[in-house]
């Protein structure tokens, strides 16, 4: 553990002594303080915990400038009442003066199997007393394989379209005190215990290479159970396990990609009130029957009969002398893990901004918004009526999407549209109400037409948001209703492609493609909390990894497989780097760091297999096109051609970041070996691909993204940036202030651009409404980003979403810099980059430490700034001074600058020092209200 006395080592030392000094004649009362958000593996009382040692977070919540952790104590034990009277007996951490309050080691005795555990800690703040949590728990998985006493079971007969249902009665012979399902399946399951769907998971478990992990869920069921008879039951879906072709269906390039019949394994664990415990498990005397699903794909849609729901099949008595013994499955070979990430769930409900009848029986709606998710209806109708369902992404087979009017209608232009739908055949008893359960697709419109052309009694549809329940982060807004709506547009195309892991899209091909997922991966963790997700699709990878190192383009390998190129499978280094910085997190490097050793050992074996083998620091071609793909989705296709330059550019910056990767887990030797690779590699790259007499790479043509990649990696030779840089921006400006970037290219392009001193430019290409822009996607319909820059094909793909990080990091300003001591937003940096055209900005992120706010306004006269940092970091503001104009700066009305000298103090300033562009605060935690007055 850290010493008080090395907390804040690093370039604001100086400063940070002056805010200390100041923090002991305050006079804050400890009561202004809570400590909250307790978290365990980032999760709030999470159930299933599986890690033998489970890392601890908390947040501290403050009124005061200045807050400063010193010490904190965990206390850990099975007993809430002992754990609030400051007794553990698990784990008591003792007093341990450190300002560290993420991802804080277990170090207690080992955890026991289905045990709930409750735990709190205590803060010391500044010079003041403990301040102490109210206790969270966490409840354990079940944490050796032989823990595990159920059997994975399926129906005898091939399951091929169709949902099957199993059940068992079983006794609870006292009175329960508490009890927890462990539960997974090959495919999907709903689980359900005496009539009852157990929790809000769907789409549940997420989808894995089941053939080496399979994720299991933990509910706490105890309300669900009574003394004396109940019943368990649970439906089962094909998901990703079983993917088969189906005439007439739509599907994506699986072909037969089953893998057997979907399966269950479930373990009821119960606790009696005595103390005494009984277990119930899936084994060969359970039952299974047909159920009202007849059909289901995770690309091709579902089908329902309601002429076939066997009434009360998952409760006690249910008469079932047709249904047979389950079989015992074979077991599908992956380990079994505890889902320790947010599962799948229905977010959002839709209503419709718009209805039309465009022809008889056939009724379109609107939901003014491209979602990814399905339908629920409401509906009443005549007995054996079918309704067919589908969703579509645009009208008329039009390019872009447009607000529903009469004579619409729905687009048949792609198969994915098409071919996809629901056929809910009618009971005719009444109002029922149905949403799908084992598939989802994208869509804005929903059509609904019915089999005789009728009009049923009662028609209600909505649309349902389904994803991984990433807690949201960030808000953003500006005096720019573009930028604004490309902001939301982002949002929901992330929302959209969270189903477990990154998708590409929600329709066509639903893949974890891995280069989509790395350039878009810092604006999701801005966006979302989205640490467990990327450590679950991590692993994706890991388990994913061919014997030769490489990394495949998709994990898991649902769609998509080998292929991919070198800014593909670089996902596995970028990420785990990234969740390093943002999150603090050095376990994930650590876990990570032999297999990514084992994936660059691949890179660097490619340099004697392309096309040029007397160049074995070039990655060119290899295997063939897809294999070797650089940049991506350009404006045309054509643009950006050598694929080599990408691919070497991210084999150079893998190694120079596994270098310091290597530096933080103490590798020194590793450490010196990948820069010297990376060294080596810059080297070659400017020989093969740098003309110096143009500035420009690859070709003798500008090619933006080429350009931005040898800048970002710091490859340019000295003396040659400023050229390189210029050839950027006097391309974008020949263009007209457009970008000529694919997906790669896009995410630096701003970054770029503002660094290097074309802030105003930065913001014309980013306010650009003719195409390729993202105002061009705006102003023609687009609420969710596109996949091309043209409109052709889908409309819901994430990957260019990275275009909001300009607007966190330079617009707001809000920076956590990669350099110093700054991981896990210890250090922040708020410096708005403020174009001419722009009026007012505000963004907010959550961070581990807390929520950061930068929030300024300007008019002719003045510059506002209202900044917060969390408790227990600290900060630098940048504010912004136009030219030399004289001015005074103030803060919360008291003048702390005038006549280019300090004029006052406020508590919780360290320093302000003049820039070249304005003034730089220093700051401690807390909210700050800045204002420039210009005289």
Same mark, same amino acid.
Request: aromatic share 16%; charged share 30%.
């Given at each position: 553990m850290k010493k008080i006395n090395q907390l804040f080592a690093g370039p604001f030392r100086i400063w940070v002594l002056v805010l200390a000094m100041a923090a002991a004649f305050s006079c804050q009362s400890p009561k202004s303080h809570q400590v909250t958000s307790l978290t365990v593996e980032y999760l709030t009382n999470p159930l299933g915990v599986d890690v033998a040692q489970p890392r601890f977070s908390w947040k501290i919540d403050s009124r005061e400038r200045d807050v400063v952790q010193v010490a904190y104590r965990i206390i850990v034990g099975e007993s809430e009442k002992a754990v609030r009277q400051e007794t553990g007996d698990a784990w008591d951490s003792g007093v341990v003066s450190s300002g560290e309050s993420v991802n804080i080691d277990w170090e207690g005795n080992a955890l026991k199997s289905n045990t709930r555990y409750f735990w709190r800690v205590g803060v010391w703040v500044n010079d003041h007393d403990a301040v102490w949590s109210e206790p969270a728990f966490f409840h354990t998985g079940l944490l050796a394989e032989n823990d595990w006493q159920a059997q994975w079971i399926t129906t005898a007969a091939e399951i091929v379209d169709a949902s099957p249902l199993l059940r068992k009665e079983f006794v609870a012979e006292k009175r329960v005190k508490e009890a927890y399902a462990y539960v997974t399946a090959a495919g999907f399951y709903e689980l359900y215990l005496n009539g009852q769907k157990v929790g809000d998971h769907v789409l549940d478990p997420g989808v894995t290479d089941y053939r080496e992990t399979i994720l299991y869920s933990v509910y706490d069921v105890t309300e669900f159970l009574e003394k004396g008879t109940n019943t368990v039951g649970a439906m089962l879906g094909n998901g990703a396990w079983n993917l088969r072709r189906t005439p007439d269906r739509y599907s994506w390039g699986q072909g037969d990609g089953s893998l057997g019949n979907p399966c269950l394994i479930m373990q009821l664990m119960v606790t009696y009130a005595d103390g005494s415990q009984s277990v119930v498990v899936s084994d060969d005397s359970w039952k299974t029957g047909e159920g009202p699903i007849t059909f289901n794909n995770l690309y091709g849609g579902e089908d329902y009969d309601a002429n076939k729901e066997p009434a009360g099949w998952s409760e006690n008595g249910f008469d079932d002398p047709a249904w047979q013994p389950v079989t015992i499955a074979r077991e599908p070979g992956g380990k079994l893990k505890s889902q320790l990430t947010p599962p799948i769930k229905v977010t959002e409900t839709i209503v419709p901004v718009a209805q039309t009848n465009p022809e008889p029986g056939v009724f379109l709606f609107d939901l003014g918004q491209n979602i990814a998710g399905w339908w629920k209806m409401e509906i009443e109708g005549t007995p054996g009526m079918t309704v067919r369902i589908r969703g579509s992404e645009t009208l008329n087979d039009s390019l872009f @999407?447009?607000? #529903?009017?009469?004579?619409?209608?729905? @687009?048949?232009? /792609?198969?994915? /549209?098409?071919?996809?739908?629901?056929?809910?055949? #009618?009971?005719? &008893?009444? #109002?029922?109400?149905?949403?799908?359960?084992?598939?989802?697709?994208?869509?804005?419109?929903?059509?609904?037409?019915?089999? &005789?052309n009728s009009t049923p009694t009662q028609l209600k549809i909505t649309g349902r948001v389904v994803r991984s329940a990433n807690p949201r982060n960030s808000r953003f807004e500006s005096s720019d209703s573009l930028l604004n709506r490309i902001y939301r547009a982002g949002v929901w195309s992330q929302m959209g492609n969270m189903q477990s892991y990154p998708t590409d899209c929600p329709h066509r091909e639903k893949g974890a493609y891995n280069g989509d997922g790395q350039v878009i991966a810092e604006t999701s963790m801005h966006d979302f909390e989205m640490a467990p997700f990327y450590t679950k699709w991590l692993n994706d990878m890991r388990d994913s990894q061919q014997d030769n190192g490489r990394i495949p383009n998709t994990s898991p390998v649902l769609v998509g497989g080998m292929g991919g190129g070198v800014a593909w499978g670089s996902a596995y280094v970028l990420i785990p780097y990234w969740m390093k910085h943002y999150y603090g997190d050095t376990r994930i490097v650590e876990d990570h760091y032999p297999t990514m050793k084992r994936y660059l050992a691949y890179l660097k074996a490619l340099g004697s297999l392309d096309d040029d083998p007397s160049e074995p620091w070039i990655i060119d071609n290899f295997d063939g096109y897809w294999y070797s793909l650089g940049e991506w989705c350009a404006p045309a296709q054509s643009d950006c051609p050598v694929h080599a330059v990408v691919n070497t550019f991210y084999y150079y910056y893998n190694n120079r970041l596994l270098s310091e990767i290597a530096g933080t887990l103490g590798h020194t030797g590793d450490q010196t070996y990948y820069a010297a690779q990376a060294d080596t590699i810059r080297e070659h790259f400017n020989r093969r691909f740098f003309d110096p007499e143009t500035g420009l790479y690859g070709t003798q043509e500008t090619y933006q993204t080429y350009q931005l990649l040898a800048l970002v990696g710091d490859m340019v030779p000295a003396g040659y940036r400023e050229k390189v840089f210029q050839t950027i921006v006097d391309d974008i400006r020949a263009r007209g202030n457009h970008l000529n970037t694919g997906i790669i290219g896009t995410k630096y392009l701003w970054p770029v651009l503002v660094q290097g001193g074309e802030n105003e430019l930065a913001y014309r290409v980013a306010t650009q409404t003719t195409w390729p822009s993202f105002g061009y996607w705006i102003e023609n319909g687009a609420t969710t980003l596109l996949e091309e820059w043209s409109g052709k094909n889908s409309h819901n793909h994430q990957m260019f979403g990275s275009i909001t990080e300009y607007f966190f990091k330079y617009l707001a300003g809000i920076q956590s810099p990669m350099e110093g001591t700054s991981a896990g937003y210890k250090d922040i940096r708020i410096e708005p980059h403020v174009p001419a055209g722009l009026d007012h900005a505000r963004a907010s992120v959550g961070t581990v430490a807390g929520e950061v706010v930068s929030d300024w306004q300007k008019d002719a006269g003045s510059f506002t700034h209202q900044v917060t940092l969390p408790a227990n970091t600290r900060g630098t503001v940048l504010l912004p001074v136009e030219g030399d104009r004289e001015f005074a700066l103030y803060e919360g009305g008291v003048k702390l600058w005038e006549n280019n000298q300090p004029a006052g103090n406020v508590q919780g300033i360290g320093s302000v020092i003049p820039t070249s562009g304005g003034l730089a605060v220093a700051i401690g935690s807390g909210s700050y209200a800045f204002r420039i007055e210009y005289k």
């Open positions: @999407s447009k607000p #529903l009017e009469e004579g619409d209608k729905m @687009s048949t232009k /792609h198969r994915y /549209h098409a071919q996809t739908w629901t056929d809910y055949t #009618l009971k005719g &008893d009444g #109002l029922k109400v149905y949403e799908p359960r084992f598939f989802y697709t994208g869509m804005r419109y929903i059509e609904v037409a019915t089999s &005789d």
